[in-house]
């Protein structure tokens, strides 16, 4: 019974927009079914894009000290949470961040969560200034954090009474990033990380195992009657906590659900985004039921999908990511921190940031080198790149990352011709060092490229050749080019490598050798543009060509 009443509660709530009243024809529009949704086809402007900018920013920023923070202030011990699960690294993680929470901020069972919402002030966020420089980067698209698994929204939400215009900055961050964003030509996305706050927030709900404050309840406890006389009055801790559940619940009280598809509707009705991104598998987890989370799911990318074709006139120019989708033709498949190992017949992205999703002070960012590489070596794949570049507290960047971004935009200034609008090639690469593939593997392989190493795009009838180092000795070498490959047909008739020149070659039965300059030119991935042959489809390769 229950099971059917969720079902009948959320065909309730999209009524009022049913996809029937939408006005676009009946060929254009999507019913909330997967073999409907197979109907998709991914928008050029995202295909041709490849590169996005991604503000992962909102109140955990304030205390710049990284991810999950308003989840593990509470967790004392893994005693705190006995009955509830808890991922193998945050017990460790949670003991820091307690630590640390009650030094700076106090005791959890007076402060937490819903004051660390109310500090975020967000005083020096300049988004159009900010927006100009993603854009020198290359980004083609910018994506906001709509809100994160603390369940604050970042935009003037009409059902989440915790959000950024009530609590905090009280701006509309959403909104304002929205306006910069078209101003200078870019798509723009959000991000919706809500679906599991019902069981992520629980540990407010908890209380020390140990110590002078043992069994004294977080303040998770709080109503709105005990607000009277405090920066909260009028709020009820509720909205941001989530009911507390029992251990090993699947599903949480029918509010909570409700309310994330009422206020994810919200998001999509008023800021009409272009790309809309769920940190979830095959469905939002708003319970652990999948015949829960189905036809909410369906729904929302059915609605997201018509919605948009009513908005811009034009049907499929909107995008969905998710982490699991059941057809990567329906939804572009999304790989968080990780990349495919393969080419991939769709087109997909990979979401990685350059440090600690949230800021965190003194963290160790990534290189302009590694993310080049990686970036070069995703788009091979027929892959995308949303990189989350982490604002702290005030809102601006710090020097490193501004750094980061020139050196990006630098190589883009000279490379980009063989990024933007491309395919994958016969093979995406050749050499020795592949990636492994998969979610959160970027953290379990260290990839030594040299410049034996190349992966390739195409377009326009020309293929574009990156060394992923300068060559050691004076010739970068290709096999996959040679003579006798049987990749591709044809005569080269010129070499050009971006930055520099035209440069000569020899092509035998063997390999395509090109001449290089007598100094190294540009930095990181090297471009050789190669014009004349023709590729053979159907007999390439959807994985690495081995150096023989």
Not at 251 to 257: L, V
Not at 279 to 308: E, F
């Amino acid at each position: 019974m229950k099971f059917i009443k969720i079902i009948t509660i959320v065909i309730l709530l999209f009524s009022c927009n049913n996809i029937k009243d939408i006005k676009v024809s009946e060929k254009q529009a999507y019913d909330p079914t997967w073999v409907s949704l197979e109907n998709y086809n991914c928008p050029k402007w995202f295909s041709d894009g490849k590169l996005g900018i991604w503000s992962h920013w909102g109140p955990t920023s304030v205390t710049e000290f990284g991810d999950w923070y308003q989840r593990h202030l509470y967790i004392e011990s893994p005693e705190t949470m006995e009955g509830f699960s808890l991922l193998d690294w945050e017990a460790a993680r949670g003991k820091i961040v307690y630590d640390f929470h009650n030094k700076t901020y106090g005791h959890p069972s007076f402060v937490g969560a819903k004051d660390i919402c109310n500090l975020w002030k967000a005083n020096k966020f300049e988004p159009e200034k900010l927006m100009k420089l993603f854009k020198r980067v290359g980004a083609k698209y910018f994506v906001a954090l709509a809100n994160h698994h603390d369940n604050f929204d970042l935009w003037d939400s009409k059902y989440q009474p915790w959000n950024s215009m009530n609590i905090g900055p009280k701006k509309d961050i959403v909104g304002l990033w929205e306006k910069a964003a078209r101003k200078e030509g870019l798509h723009f996305g959000v991000t919706v990380h809500a679906a599991r706050s019902w069981y992520w927030m629980q540990p407010a709900h908890q209380s020390d195992a140990h110590g002078p404050l043992k069994g004294v309840l977080y303040d998770g406890v709080l109503r709105e009657k005990d607000g009277k006389g405090t920066w909260w009055e009028g709020y009820d801790p509720q909205d941001l906590y989530c009911k507390p559940i029992k251990p090993r619940q699947r599903i949480p009280d029918q509010e909570y659900i409700d309310k994330f598809v009422l206020r994810t509707k919200d998001l999509i009705d008023s800021y009409h985004p272009d790309l809309l991104y769920f940190d979830d598998g095959q469905y939002p987890n708003v319970s652990k039921d999948i015949k829960v989370n189905a036809p909410i799911g369906l729904n929302m990318y059915a609605y997201h999908y018509n919605q948009h074709a009513k908005w811009s006139g034009e049907k499929d120019q909107a995008v969905l990511n998710i982490k699991r989708p059941k057809s990567k033709k329906a939804i572009v498949y999304d790989v968080e921190r990780g990349a495919s190992g393969k080419k991939m017949k769709y087109p997909w992205q990979t979401d990685t940031c350059i440090g600690d999703w949230f800021y965190k002070k003194n963290v160790n960012y990534k290189s302009v080198d590694k993310i080049v590489d990686m970036f070069v070596d995703i788009v091979s794949k027929n892959g995308n790149l949303l990189l989350s570049v982490p604002q702290p507290n005030n809102g601006v960047l710090d020097n490193q990352e501004i750094a980061i971004l020139e050196g990006i935009a630098e190589w883009m200034d000279i490379n980009s011709e063989g990024i933007y609008a491309t395919k994958p090639w016969a093979v995406f690469g050749e050499g020795y060092v592949a990636t492994q593939g998969g979610r959160a593997t970027e953290r379990k392989e260290t990839i030594n490229y040299t410049g034996a190493d190349f992966r390739f795009t195409q377009k326009e009838g020309v293929v574009y050749a990156f060394a992923m180092d300068w060559p050691d000795k004076e010739q970068a070498v290709i096999q996959a080019m040679s003579k006798d490959s049987p990749l591709v047909n044809g005569k080269i008739s010129k070499i050009t490598l971006l930055g520099y020149g035209n440069l000569s070659f020899n092509r035998d039965k063997n390999s395509l050798k090109i001449n290089l300059p007598n100094r190294v030119v540009g930095k990181y991935a090297f471009c050789f543009k190669i014009e004349g042959l023709t590729t053979i489809f159907e007999n390439g390769k959807d994985t690495l060509l081995k150096k023989e």
